[in-house]
């Protein structure tokens, strides 16, 4: 009768357990670690997961930017419908809806080629390169021991891709303290098998982003394929099936609150193992102050769109993008706040480097840490000038443009591989098409009032914050601002398309000679953002340099408290372990850690995003969930939550039960989980899952392809 | 580790036990139940209930249009901070914010008199007068049905209060079964003694409307006075606190989940009882139709509003009111669907009837039900048309005023007592200041606009749902509607303040013969109108007297079913009973039944309406809940959730523990009840109460008043 008592302090105690599940493990420190893996509940041997280049590990895939599972030999490939979506969109034709309608292919000559570009990278190579990285680095400082990492890695990738098909990139682990080498062997020809209906791969979409409990059906199931000789090759339809190294079960039966779970896949990046310093700048500093200069610049489209119609036309994107950033920002710091990130990272800092002090490495140690402080510290000087003079190029249109013409005109006149990356000539394109984009998304008003409430914040800084060239363009008061702006953009022809393509073909010399006010503007103001380009680079070579030190302390310290540090997150393949748990995200809001099929019905308004298809709703009515339900409830799960720590990148990331076999695929956060970038707070990390026992159940008796759950290894029931 | 099974099975248990606690019940037959009390958990004696004119049930009084309840033998009574919020309003001025300050009177000579029309009853009467009402209706049929009750009921009211002091009313029980005489004590001195601040009493405002979990402490302590000679008495300051004949024990101690509640009170209205037919009218025609004419209105005035700003600003408060019509209308239909309440009534009443088919008194009540279900059936011939020239009369402002006017006059030429009530004399300055305030809330184009929305629809009913005299006035077809509209609005005198207060002044004759446009048309509109209401009065009068025949099967039925039946609410004292109850809303979503203080931190944002007081949240921070918290958590309470039965017009009232100790005050229903009107869905109903203990901790801890605690006699701890 006390179900509220009880409920929380389960839920508490839940939560306090996971503690020991935070935690994005490279696959070789599994055997490490494996006395926690089995506590938690775990059957399998960490051993057998140490090596990503080997089963099971190496049945995950990179897939379109996400993360993807061989689940048959035969090559298909399970993932999310969001990382498959531009593969369903590039095979949809008016006559052929695939978005609306789903796709099941009849068989395999039914399958449908991606979009050409469409990607998908086994991992067939991680090795430690740290001693050939950091050789020539060794006895450099800044910028130089900067260049020499990237030197290095660019001769190691050329060499590696010589083999053909193959993919490779060096992967930073530990902040500079250890390089690998990743090679990927990388699939072109890539086919659409199995898609839902959007109205149930995306059910809820926008609304329901970050939302739990969810109800959405987010897998897609594709097939890679080889030539005929076995090698990676372009779409022809003489190509056979990849027959993968190895490939994941499906289990037979689902899991319940409580269940151990886990998850192999590809995070983008975390700051977990930032100093206590940059957690303050973060919380106290870089969220509040985005939240306040980018929420100015809202208001000023906002109010400039209300003025003119028109003008709110052409800025709606830029907008949304505002809105977009000033929405996550806020909901990161939130969650900071209240996990009190500041407080508890600082005071872990504080005691790592009191037990530090007692030890022999101190002396080793301590001065590279004190160096990174200052450098962290010496970054704060400078932070808001940098920040403003960053969003004076990214927020504006024909600014951006200057400044980016002025820039090329100068790498245009050195040799390709010694340009500055993002002017080289693959990246000239990209220019070319932003110079052109301009003409939709700009008005003169509201450019020269997002400046204007950038540089007046400006302004206001210090005078140590101050350059004196963006003074000599700007001026140093408001009215000197209006003035020059006044001035620039009255007689600038870059408002014109065909004048902003002219200078991008002109030569740098014509372009050096200009006397355009926004190019001569942009021309005055390049020492500037050079200086500030060179000393960004000999702090990051500094701290690139320095910060391993740091680390090396941290994880002695922590092995001295009995855990093991895993590396923040880098795009490489990982592993975490956790359970099925609930969240109790709010004073008296508990949610229960599976949703069922009712719950679509209960969101069913008819209209999009919550317009389940009939075919799926009558299933629901019929209630045929024989093989699918759970055993306990008899209810039909859809979704279900769980502690395992993920971020961006982990999308179509495959969740295992105990016994290795394939229960979900991750596709989302909560809310509450948007600030585990840097913090892992177990009473609000979730990441949400669809059920296998869902895709299983659509697949059987909603949208039925029999032969493809044969080929998966689960028949119809 | 099985939180979710448990939890909602647990819950789902508790919600099929909660189907018991349906109900309003009369005290009266509070002894017919008591077996079922006491199995609720209910410790006293149900026959200590059975009197509402003797303790405890004498000191739940009507207090500004809600409920509340003597807690002190020197008058002290407790109700709703927004029940009492005109009190506090009242007394504030621009150097003394009562609202936002809150008040806490330091002693008795600082209580602060009440605006002179607020009004606290008592009530001292309660008889069964059923002979005296219906004698003269015997025999007669219809209208003559209708008056007799109208004249009877009014010649005892008149009689009644004869007695200096006492207000009386005839409540009509069951449908015309049963008429009771309610006598009522009306006291006129009552003043404010504490208030907490509105960031307290309405934490959450329109926001939190509806909503669990909830944070508010909507609580006010006011006093009751009478004169020196102990008779109701306007404020005097030689008034002395009335002595009530009873008063409620505040609970020491609070209530946790699945504790047994109950609550008395004066709920407004409901239609439990009501037939199948008017259960389906109701969900298929009535509220999906409301919506519909509503939401179109709402359109024609945001797109007025939109071109014409001024416009916007006049109908701003209709605009309002219209769309928390649609939101409630919505939210009924919404709930009735999701209770599948036509079915649910159907198979119950054709249940009902195939039973009564067995039994000798069918004779008698076949007849009179068959009546019934004619009338209703009768009724729809013309709802939409009834329901379009309703919304013509209470959606426009000049419109109405002619209609008013054109009424008024006639009225007028009749004795008082024979006007048509809403047009005697007592009436008249309530037209003349909606005269007034049409100034402020009309413009030309939006009352044609909004005139054309209802009549439009109203031209496509069929022929038989069509009145000659409307037709007359607005034309046929939508271009001799715009015509008519254009031509009146052009040259009535009715946009004109001081014309429309000449007309409000002029004799019946000089308006009968006026000939302003609007005047004409209301004028020649006029026998229609009166028609429909006699049709009204006639069908009104019929139901009166056959519906009883309905209740009569109803009552034997349940009897049969083991069941006892309560009458719907008509503004009279009930009493229900129930348990702290948890709500799972949706799928995967369990609301605990009770908030705490770390609520109020999470929800604050520091502006309105999340903007909780500092001395509120350093109490919370500082945590000095020792005597208020709850024992088993540690955590201190704000407001709980209960399944009890209830509806508009318990706010205020006392919820009451198993010893019959107040340990709540009822301030709202969460979203999912705003169908309770109809039907009462155990899944979903619940009532929202502000918890003693949080009243008490603020009275002790945060805005101390140790005197007035130790008159309720809860020393500060």
Redesign the interface.
Known sequence: ???????????MA?ALEARADEGMWLPSQLPDIEKNLKAAGFRGKAGDLADLTRAPLNAVVRVGGGTGSFVSADGLVVTNHHVAFGVIQYNSRPDRDLITDGYVAADRAAELPANPDYRLRVTVGFDKVTERILAGARGKTGKAYYDAVEAASKALVAECEKEPGIRCSVANMFYGRDFYLVKQLELRDVRLVYAPPRAIGNYGDEVDNFV??R?AGDFTILRAYVGPDGKPADYSPQNTPYRPPSHLKLASEGV???DFVMLAGYPGITYRHRTAAEFADQIQWRLPTSVAVLTDLQNVIETQGKADKDAGIRYASQLQSLKNGIKRFSGELQGLQRSDAVAVRREDEVAMLAWLATRPEAKTLTPDIDAVKALIAQGRDTRDRDLLLGLLASQTQLMRGALALDRLAVERAKPDAERESGYQQRDEELIRSQLKQVQRRYDPKVEKALVTSLLLRYQKLPKAQHLPEVDAVFGLTPAELAKSLDRIYAVTAFGDEAARLRFFDATPAEVGKSDDALLVAARTLRPALLRMEEERKVREGDLLRLRPAYIQALIAYREKQGRAVYPDANSTLRVSYGKVT?LVA???????????V??IV??NTGTIPFDAPKPLLDAIRKGDFAGYADP??GEMPVDFLSNLDTTGGNSGSPVLNAKGELVGLNFDSNWEAVSASWMYDPRYKRAIHVDMRYMRWLMDKVYPSPSLLTELGVAPR
């Open positions: 009768m006390r179900i509220r008592t009880m409920m929380l302090s389960a839920a839940l739990w409990p109800h319940a609150e409580g609930p709010r004073d008296a809001v508990a949610y229960a850690p599976v949703t069922t009712k719950g209960e969101k306990s409830t």
